[in-house]
């Protein structure tokens, strides 16, 4: 195909082979640099199998620095060493004091060494080039007469890694140099990441292939770039900033009076450099720059542990020097760090409002970015699987942001021995009720959504709610007022309320915030306020069975739900007698929902609870569940899946109703047919299997109209 395009023939080679790299250096420079993609990728990938075609077919046109070579040379059995021209130093540390007691600065790392910069050049407040401590991988790289040659790592500082192969495949740095005017020798030094999105994008595609996931996006960086098949890290997604620069052979010769000048030569070479970098002046516009990224942190493309000081001018830097193998002039300024060791003591499991239950660590106190940590979320059973997370074993805990701080990994040299596998455990530890896990949910929840006080709040808030029982004017704040004080453990309990108890109970609460004194006046209000709250509460005894189910709260059942529900049965006891297998058979009940209700019913404090309800007075009509008996399809069970041209799927559940079929929600044996519309899935496949009749729309609908429907 590229073989035989227009431009080929128009074209001489070379000159083709020319025009390709230039678009797709170009192409590169816009979207690394600039940070302004020019063409979509499909056209990137066209350019690049035409240059790959092209070079194919003439081998002489081949050059080191063609685009092509960043899919990946062979494979080599080691890396050679590479002697720096100029050694790559390392950076002092300032950590903020996080446990810094009163009268002592937090800051008094910094604020040293920016007093040691000054009193060292004799001025104040000088200019440093500031800008985010990536956390990646140091590299250098060579260029010589405007291409690269030589990519090392930092290794010692003198000695690192030939990494050129590898850092050939990396997108971002430039294989040739745009523009002209540059020396005939230039080492760029800078750091390669793994962007964040790349690595959770990476590592969404291991788990989805059963591949192994990068621990972290720095060590998906430094892992990436030391592989011996470059073709490797060619797939990997990893992004490169050039934050310093060298001509050497001589240490001294510089590109420009002062690093920021430098840098912007550096970028109109092609090299990318970090968009946050900037200038400031003095102690205070470093620790400006400090908290500034610190709160945009979270929020950058890529990870960074903290920021790095610099003395802008190099005139400054020469004067100022060396101290072994770090430079006066700058200084990394650290975060606390999001990650620390620590000993899990128990595994608890959290109840939340709703019932879910979460497996919670709990830690040996231990300090991560800068706050005591003491709890970790395990989010649930599978993650506490997958960890292995065990009662003893010693983990790293992390902490980012507002982020609730989890446990990432345990640290398996260190587990005691007969440290035993953790279980779910199966009753609720607040109010005893089972613990059920449905099949295919994530989360285990306790069943004991009537009785249980972790859930009581939130099941009398539903329970009370407009659309439930409706009972006018209890809302959250008095319902949390009833709990706090007492008067209500459970929901039956509204219905033994009296005016005297509201009455106390909102002196109380009004006590408690320091409220207004009573008066005469306020004494009315509030008797016409409780009166009106009994009369609710009396009113809400009357309903109707659907809302009465749907405001039990049982798990993923909502008023359409209800509604099903108390067709189908016609009365409580029938539901509640029903077991999981005849719940599925009604229609648009899943088998997850089945669980959740059968789990709901069969906790023996739930019963109770109803009971005590419909002691108080709750009450409403029951009814003979709804279905014809003596229509053309009476006894039979239908199942719809797929999507129909001509009818909704409730249309067509109505129209097989009132033939009197039953239209159930899953395919079993006494299922009589199924009608499969389009993009069918597994209901079809199991009618198949189980060798259940399957129709077609046009049957169903010749069906429908053969009955005048
Ligand atoms: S400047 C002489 N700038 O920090 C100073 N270093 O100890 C040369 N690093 O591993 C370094 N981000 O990879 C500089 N914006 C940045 C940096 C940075 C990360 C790393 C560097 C090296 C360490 C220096």
């Not at 990536?134 to 000695?159: C, M």
Request: aromatic fraction near 6%.
């Amino acid at each position: 195909m590229a073989k035989t395009s227009h431009h080929q023939q128009a074209q001489p080679a070379a000159q083709r082979a020319a025009t390709l790299r230039d678009a797709i250096d170009d192409a590169n420079y816009r979207y690394y640099v600039l940070d302004n993609p020019a063409i979509p990728d499909a056209e990137y990938d066209r350019l690049m199998r035409e240059l790959e075609a092209l070079e194919s077919d003439h081998p002489e046109l081949a050059t080191p620095d063609s685009p092509t070579n960043r899919v990946g040379a062979k494979p080599v059995a080691g890396f050679a060493e590479v002697r720096h021209a100029i050694p790559m130093l390392s950076l002092a540390n300032a950590f903020t004091d996080t446990e810094a007691p009163a009268g002592v600065d937090p800051e008094h790392e910094v604020r040293d060494f920016v007093r040691r910069v000054e009193q060292g050049l004799g001025i104040a407040d000088p200019e440093f080039a500031v800008e985010p401590k990536f956390d990646g991988l140091a590299i250098s790289l060579r260029y010589e007469a405007g291409v690269f040659v030589q990519g090392a790592t930092r290794g010692d500082g003198t000695t690192g890694e030939d990494v050129t192969a590898n850092l050939r495949t990396v997108k971002a740095v430039p294989l040739r140099l745009r523009g002209k005017a540059w020396p005939t020798v230039l080492e760029v030094r800078g750091e390669v990441y793994m962007p964040k999105a790349g690595f959770d994008a990476y590592n969404a595609r291991m788990l989805r292939e059963g591949g192994k996931p990068l621990a972290n996006p720095r060590n998906g960086a430094a892992g990436s770039l030391r592989q011996l098949d470059p073709r490797v890290t060619a797939s990997r997604p990893l992004a490169f900033y050039a934050y310093g620069v060298y001509l050497p052979p001589d240490p001294d010769a510089v590109l420009a009076d002062r690093h920021s000048a430098a840098m912007a030569k550096l970028r109109g070479w092609g090299f990318p450099t970090c968009p946050q970098s900037e200038l400031v002046r003095g102690v205070e516009g470093c620790l400006g720059y400090f908290a500034k990224i610190g709160a945009m942190r979270d929020r950058l493309p890529y990870g960074i542990d903290g920021v790095v000081y610099k003395v802008d001018r190099y005139d400054q830097q020469r004067e100022l020097g060396f101290v072994a193998r770090a430079p006066r002039w700058a200084i990394a300024h650290k975060f606390p760090a999001e990650e620390q060791a620590t000993v899990v003591e128990a595994i608890d499991i959290q109840i939340g409002r709703t019932g879910a239950a979460t497996p919670v660590a709990r830690l040996k106190p231990v300090q991560v970015a800068g706050v005591t940590v003491t709890n970790a979320t395990l989010h649930n059973a599978d993650q506490v699987a997958r960890l292995d997370v065990r009662v003893g074993d010693s983990v790293i805990v992390r902490r980012a942001g507002d982020v609730i701080p989890e446990v990432v990994r345990v640290i398996p040299e260190r587990r005691p021995p007969h440290a035993k596998p953790w279980k779910m455990p199966t009753h609720c530890p607040i109010c005893g009720s089972a613990i059920e896990r449905e099949e295919g949910e994530v989360a285990a929840r306790c069943s004991g959504g009537l009785v249980c006080a972790a859930q009581r709040r939130e099941t009398i808030r539903h329970f009370a709610s407009r659309r439930a029982m409706d009972i006018d004017g209890l809302g959250e704040r008095y319902i949390g007022d009833l709990i706090e004080f007492g008067y209500v453990h459970s929901i039956a309990d509204l219905y033994t309320l009296a005016l005297d108890d509201f009455l106390e109970m909102k002196r109380r609460a009004e006590e408690r915030d320091g409220a207004i004194p009573d008066t005469v006046k306020a004494g009315k209000i509030a008797s016409k306020w409780a009166g009106n709250l009994v009369e609710a509460i009396e009113a809400s005894k009357a309903t109707t069975l659907e809302r009465f189910l749907f405001a039990l709260g049982i798990p993923e059942v909502g008023e359409a739900t209800a509604k099903t529900l108390a067709r189908h049965f016609g009365s409580l006891e029938a539901l509640m007698q029903a077991g999981e297998a005849d719940l599925t058979e009604v229609s648009d009940i899943g088998p997850v929902m089945a669980g959740h209700i059968a789990a709901f019913f069969a906790e023996r404090r739930n019963r109770e609870a109803i009971a005590a309800l419909r002691q108080a007075g709750v009450h409403w009509r029951e009814s003979a569940p709804q279905r014809r008996t003596d229509g053309p399809l009476a006894g039979r069970t239908v199942v719809l899946t797929g999507s129909l041209s001509t009818l909704t799927r409730d249309n067509a559940k109505d129209k097989l109703e009132a033939l009197g079929a039953k239209v159930a929600g899953s395919v079993s044996k006494k299922t009589s047919f199924v009608v499969a519309g389009d993009a069918a899935g597994s209901k079809l496949d199991k009618a198949r299997a189980l060798g259940v009749e399957v129709w077609d729309e046009a049957r169903l609908l010749a069906l429908l109209e053969s009955h005048g429907s």
